[in-house]
T-cell receptor, first 111, second 115 residues
Framework: SQQGEEDPQALSIQEGENATMNCSYKTSINNLQWYRQNSGRGLVHLILIRSNEREKHSGRLRVTLDTSKKSSSLLITASRAADTASYFCATDPDSNYQLIWGAGTKLIIKP | GAGVSQSPRYKVAKRGQDVALRCDPISGHVSLFWYQQALGQGPEFLTYFQNEAQLDKSGLPSDRFFAERPEGSVSTLKIQRTQQEDSAVYLC?????????????FGQGTRLTVV
């Protein structure tokens, strides 16, 4: 079963615009991670945010976490064609070491 | 190599055939995971190894699925008597530590098609 749900399922924007994706989850967590997957490179870790953090930045990425709402958002600023991929959130529930994944957001950046 | 390596990249099996999927994790990584990913979905957990010990196999869909990591490095996922519903991408991931939620490094996956 999948813990996370990404929203929207698909997003298409122009190059240079910002892209925002959301993730909701069901149980308490230790941390939440975002991954990117494209056909060329497989699944790649982007950023990890711990349950006691509210916001984290990495280059053009900004992640927020609201544990009271059990939700997270991933913002990609100044999007590029190379950002075209599927983006997944994965949570590490309190109870074990498994990563529980959502179904992903498919992001298309139009040149 | 520097990353997680999986082989074969693609496998077509006739229904009822046995298959073996190999994963070479990053050297020194303690944790190794197998995931199954259906088209358009996120990965689903299959099993977890900490070194050579299989600590969790709760995600294996049936007793036709078997995984091993006998020397704490290379792992093999074996599927016996394959069925069409086994068609998916099988992903292997490793991480440096045994603590939960550590950054996982994924291989490119093996795409299994059962015909």
């Amino acid at each position: 079963s999948q813990q996370g749900e990404e929203d929207p399922q698909a997003l298409s924007i122009q190059e240079g615009e910002n892209a925002t994706m959301n993730c909701s989850y069901k149980t308490s967590i230790n941390n939440l991670q975002w991954y990117r997957q494209n056909s060329g490179r497989g699944l790649v870790h982007l950023i990890l945010i711990r349950s006691n953090e509210r916001e984290k930045h990495s280059g053009r990425l900004r992640v927020t976490l609201d544990t009271s709402k059990k939700s997270s958002s991933l913002l990609i600023t100044a999007s590029r064609a190379a950002d075209t991929a599927s983006y997944f959130c994965a949570t590490d529930p309190d109870s074990n070491y498994q990563l529980i994944w959502g179904a992903g957001t498919k992001l298309i950046i139009k040149p | 190599g520097a990353g997680v390596s999986q082989s074969p990249r693609y496998k077509v099996a006739k229904r009822g055939q046995d298959v073996a999927l190999r994963c070479d994790p990053i050297s020194g990584h303690v944790s190794l995971f197998w995931y199954q990913q259906a088209l358009g979905q996120g990965p689903e957990f299959l099993t977890y190894f900490q070194n050579e010990a299989q600590l969790d196999k709760s995600g294996l869909p049936s007793d036709r699925f078997f995984a091993e990591r006998p020397e704490g490095s290379v792992s093999t996922l074996k599927i016996q008597r394959t069925q069409q519903e086994d068609s998916a991408v099988y992903l292997c991931a490793s991480s440096l530590v045994s603590a939960g939620g550590a950054e996982a490094f994924f291989g490119q996956g093996t795409r299994l098609t059962v015909v």
